[in-house]
């Protein structure tokens, strides 16, 4: 086991034990102090994102990935505006979600509080170091963060900038620590911490999901891993359908929750797909369809099986004509990955359907799966968006990294 990391360990579980009391209003003091710091040290974040941009064109990165991992002035400020609005939500920790009374008298509750120490490994986009550290702080936990070689650089300084704003409000300096190894035995090392970390969330593709479920002995949350769909049903508006589908597949699809497979009901396709194809390859979208899609655009190249669960994370989408909506819910129940999933429809009884049948963390009636998301959900930001059904499901904000503790108050009741 790595030494440094374990000191790490160390210096995150102190920090907790103090962070597990502090006030709302001194977290949300160096939640402040963090999101003046980022703000000051643009210059400083940009020029280390820069070395780590021109490093990922020298490896080959797809244009995706580089989107991913690029960060302008812009997506600074937007950063530290959701360190701010994680200041502003309510603080869960302490909260009593439920008492009730026993016959005997016992008063017994309980009560959200911090999960203890938090690590979290991560792929690509360094917003996550920011968007971590300021819910793990406003939860009462310690982070220790790891974040993908390809934005060491960026990650680094963010994580530092981060730190020291929050040492500066009397915090111990465990509360925020970086990983700072590219070695990738130090990350199994991290997986195996079990005596110092009380949960580990992997955010990235398939390769870090089968590396952690092959060594981590600490709990999981599995995050990540958005093969989307949207189904465009026989009794969809169109025209809603067409910029839905748009806006799903390109308002950014380096990201999870970008539409990566269209299934498109039989009964409307050949009305719906010319103008759905025509908008999708003005904005350079390449479409691979199945054959009653190629009977429609014979242009399109012929889909594969493997891209039926494959998650471009690029402007790729593959196209599938369906005969009913239960081939629809048949194909997503066999590829999905029960991430995000939306039906676009003006039949109710069709929705309620789609809506009860579909497996996933989120699904949307009329609407892009783009919103899944820990800020359209109104939570400041998120850890990332678990996959799995055990603690948290869907964007994990603020409530989802605490758990709970039974208070139980008494008056000398005595257990014959």
Known sequence: ?????????????????????????????????????????????????????????????TAALLDRLLLTQQR???????????????????????????PNGLQVGRMRVPLGVVGIIYESRPNVTADAASLCLKTGNAIILRGGEEAINSNRVIARICAEAVKSCNIPPGAIQFVDSEDREVV??????????????????????????????????????????TYVDEFADLDMAVDITINAKTQRPSVCNATETLLVHEKIAAEFLPTAAAGLLERGVELRGCEKTRQILPEIKAAADEDWSTEYLDLILAIRVVDSIEEAMSHIHQYGTGHTEAIITRDYNNSRQFL?????????????????????FGFGAEMGISTQKLHARGPMGLEELTTIKFIIYGNGQLRS
């Open 1 to 61: 086991m790595n030494e440094k990391l374990l000191e790490q360990g160390r210096k995150a579980r102190e920090a907790a034990r103090f962070l597990s009391t502090a006030s709302t209003s001194l977290k949300n003091e160096a939640l402040i102090a963090m999101a003046r710091a980022l703000k000051e040290g643009s210059d400083e974040i940009l020029a280390a994102n820069a070395v780590d941009m021109e490093n990922g064109k020298k490896q080959g990165l």
């Open 76 to 102: 600074i400020e937007d950063m530290a505006d959701g360190v701010e609005s994680v200041a502003s939500l309510p603080d869960p920790v302490g909260e009593v979600i439920k008492m009730w009374r026993r």
């Open 188 to 229: 199994v090392d991290l997986m195996r911490m079990s005596d110092y970390l009380d949960v580990l969330i992997p955010r990235g593709g398939p390769g870090l999901k089968k590396v952690v479920q092959d060594n981590a002995s600490v709990p999981v949350i599995m995050t990540g891993m958005g093969n989307c769909h």
């Open 356 to 376: 009860a049948g579909v497996d996933a963390a989120a699904v949307f009636v009329n609407t892009s799966t783009r919103f899944t998301d820990g800020f359209q």
